[in-house]
Every structure is written in structure tokens, then in C-alpha cells.
């Protein structure tokens, strides 16, 4: 079961890794271009709109990024012992039944939820109104 528990967290911080550069990518590239409107769309959308676009991207960005390595790690942590914890604390309270079993489902999804919302709200109800959303 280790080797699993091993290659789970190799591939979970291949994934981080490999996305996160790739929002890098993309983010350098709106940066580069943001002040230059496709040729395609120069008569429809103005300079300054386009500008307030990239920058949006770019913001929209950086919080995807956080959002990533923060899902990372909390996948690391379930894996590093994380399900076993919450597991045995349900066990110890809740008889074996199926009511355990949903708790536990109810119990990581709330963990998982709580670990975004930070995120969720910041996105919400500081960048879209930045942005005049």
C-alpha cells in the first residue's frame, strides 16, 4: 500500500508542477500581449477593454494558482494520513454502519470545501468587483 501512497504523491506533485507552469506560461503570455489588441478583434473591442481583460486574466490566474497548491497539498496530507485520522475519529464515535460510511463522505467533502472557500470568496467577492462585476 505504501508504493501506492508514493506514487500518488509523485503524480499529485507532477500534476501541481506541470500546471502551475503552464498558468506561468499562459500568464506571461496575456502580460506580453495585453496591450495589443488581436487583429481579429481591433474593431469590436477597444484597447483599454482589452487591457481590463488581461488583467483579469492575470488576477483569475494567480488565485488558480494558490487554489492548486493548496488542493495539492491537502491531497498530500489525506494521503500521509489524512483519511486514516478522520477515519478512526468516526470509527470511534459512529457504530459501524452506513451512517459511517456517509459521515465519512460528509466529512471530506466539508474539509475539501472549507479548503476552498477561502479561495471562492476572494474570486467572488474581491476580484469580480475590482473588475466591476
Avoid at 61 to 87: F, Q
Wanted: proline share 3%; net charge positive; hydrophobic share 45%.
Amino acid at each position: 500500500m505504501q508504493l501506492l501512497v508514493a506514487i500518488f504523491i509523485v503524480a499529485t506533485v507532477a500534476w501541481t508542477i506541470a500546471s502551475t507552469y503552464l498558468s506561468l506560461r499562459q500568464s506571461t503570455f496575456v502580460q506580453d500581449h495585453r496591450d495589443t489588441v488581436p487583429v481579429d478583434f481591433a474593431t469590436t473591442v477597444a484597447p483599454d477593454e482589452h487591457r481590463r481583460a488581461a488583467e483579469y486574466t492575470l488576477a483569475g490566474e494567480r488565485i488558480t494558482r494558490s487554489k492548486t497548491v493548496t488542493e495539492a497539498a491537502l491531497s498530500v496530507a489525506w494521503a500521509c494520513g489524512g483519511i486514516n485520522l478522520l477515519y478512526g475519529t468516526l470509527a470511534a464515535t459512529i457504530p459501524q454502519s452506513l451512517t459511517r460510511g456517509v459521515a465519512f463522505l460528509i466529512a471530506t467533502g466539508i474539509v475539501g470545501t472549507i479548503a476552498g472557500l477561502p479561495f471562492r470568496i476572494y474570486r467572488t467577492f474581491r476580484l469580480e468587483r475590482r473588475f466591476g462585476f
